[in-house]
């Protein structure tokens, strides 16, 4: 007799799910308040069914497998957080300490809007800011530097609409602000000027763009101007703080932050010297002024008197022109975006020569013979001519006086004249003997009666 025997009835057996791990939490600490955004990172958290800080149930999110967003309960000293899923509760040593740090106060955020975009540069004021360790714009984070205790600067990211701004520190996370996203256009800078100033800052600067008509900051570098004032949609003018070396000119608006223009703060001139250091009374003396930063002047005086004309040739050296006017010394200055520097009494304007004769007014063809040239202004002369050519040899005696060796030459009246950096004097005549020039004739008068 044959017996059916059942097949044999085989069971599957599924893979148990993994117990979750946890590897991480970021921030580490908070207030003993709670309320602070803790993301937890480890495995095997889909499905989760809790996260607890020490024996205390958090609320949270799970993000992902491998992340969580939990906010920190109120709670004590060092606690260990642990996630749990049906597989499990994990069991690894991740702890969160609690701190008496003040909860952060945020108190205003500016600018308040900015384009969808992102990109603003945003200043967060407030308290407790110390030690930040998140700054949101809703729930998405933002770069952001802890200026001070009560203040952090942060970049926008891109959003829309109004979302709130937190700061989170050991403390906790701080009330929220509000920051608008807005489609208006991105303002646009065509030209600072000017371009430079001093480094203490205190000019005025007209800066021509597009999209200026909301301006809400302008910034030289990293420093907010001094005050601004928005003239147009077009022009904006503002005062440049204090500041060193070359910055980026920015203006912020609801529709986000400019592109950048140059400025540059300049050190004040200094004037070192003058070379000629003197020069006629009239206009027409080159002079070169040395010294430092001395690149952008606009102006060059001599006295109160600007130069006819002046040319930058580097950082240290200027040519100029010198202007006319009367004998005696004056000041020279220099005046540049980054100061002025004067160098007193640094330039003397000598007056022309003078000459009111010469004895003997004749002599030899051969020359050799001494002459006495008197006038006025003669102290500084420089040349004696006879015509064209220069005397052998002269000697000033002093200023009304010089005496001059007469050099060779053709026969009949020359010019003498007489030159110093003031100028060339007025011509008097000598005469070598045998001269075309007509002989001098005397007429007898006849007593009356002959």
């Known amino acids: 007799m044959n017996r059916s025997v059942p097949p044999p009835t085989i069971t599957a057996v599924l893979p148990l799910a ?65 996630v749990t899923t049906p597989a499990g509760t994990s069991n690894q040593f991740v702890t969160f300490t609690y701190v008496t740090a003040p909860v952060p106060v945020l108190s205003s955020v500016s600018p308040a809007s900015g384009p969808a975009s992102g990109g603003t540069v945003v200043t967060l004021s407030g308290s407790g800011f110390s030690g930040a360790t998140a700054v ?5 984070s933002a770069a952001f530097t802890v200026v001070s205790g009560s203040q952090i600067t942060a970049t926008a990211p891109a959003g829309s609409g109004t979302v709130q701004v937190t700061v989170t520190t050991p403390g906790g996370t701080s009330n929220g602000v509000s920051f608008t996203y807005v489609s208006a256009p991105v303002p646009a800078l065509t030209s600072a000027t000017p371009n430079s100033g001093p480094a203490a800052g205190g000019t ?15 910034r030289f570098g990293a420093t907010p101007a001094t005050s601004f004032t928005v003239v147009s949609d077009t022009h904006v003018t503002a005062v440049a703080p204090a500041g060193t ?33 003197q020069g006629s009374t009239s206009a027409g003396n080159t002079v070169t002024l040395t010294g430092t930063n001395l690149t952008g002047a606009t102006s060059v005086l001599f006295g109160a008197t600007p130069a006819t004309s002046f040319t930058v040739v580097s950082p240290t050296q200027i040519t100029a022109v010198a202007p006319a006017a009367t004998a005696g010394p004056v000041d020279v200055t220099v005046v540049t975006p980054g100061g002025t520097s004067t160098l007193p009494n640094a330039y003397f304007y000598v007056s022309p020569p003078v000459l009111l004769g010469v004895a003997p007014l004749s002599g030899p063809l051969a020359g050799g013979n001494t002459v006495t040239l008197t006038g006025t202004h003669l102290i500084e ?6 015509g064209a050519t220069a005397a052998t040899s002269f000697t000033v005696v002093w200023d009304t006086r010089i005496t001059a060796v007469v050099p060779a030459g053709a026969a009949g009246p020359v010019q003498v004249t007489v030159t110093t950096v003031g100028g060339t004097s007025n011509p008097v005549s000598y005469t070598s003997p045998g001269g075309t ?3 001098t004739t005397y007429t007898r008068v006849a007593p009356p009666g002959i």
């Open 18 to 82: 993994a117990t979750p791990t946890v590897t991480s939490v970021s921030p580490t600490s908070g207030s003993t308040a709670g309320g602070t955004q803790v993301t937890v990172t480890g495995t095997g958290f889909t499905g989760a069914t809790g996260v607890r800080f020490g024996a205390t149930q958090a609320s949270f999110t799970v993000n992902s497998d491998t992340q969580i967003t939990a906010t920190a309960p109120a709670g004590s000293g060092t606690v260990q957080v642990t």
């Open 245 to 277: 070396g070359t910055v980026q000119i920015t203006v912020t608006t609801p529709g986000g932050t400019s592109n950048g223009l140059s400025y540059t703060y300049s050190g004040a001139p200094n004037l070192s010297g003058i070379s000629p250091n």
């Open 204 to 218: 005025t600067v007209t800066l021509t763009g597009t999209g200026l008509a909301a301006t809400t900051a302008v």
């Open 437 to 439: 020039s007509a002989p």
């Open 381 to 386: 002369a420089t040349a004696v001519r006879f």
């Open 136 to 140: 949101r714009f809703g729930g998405v």
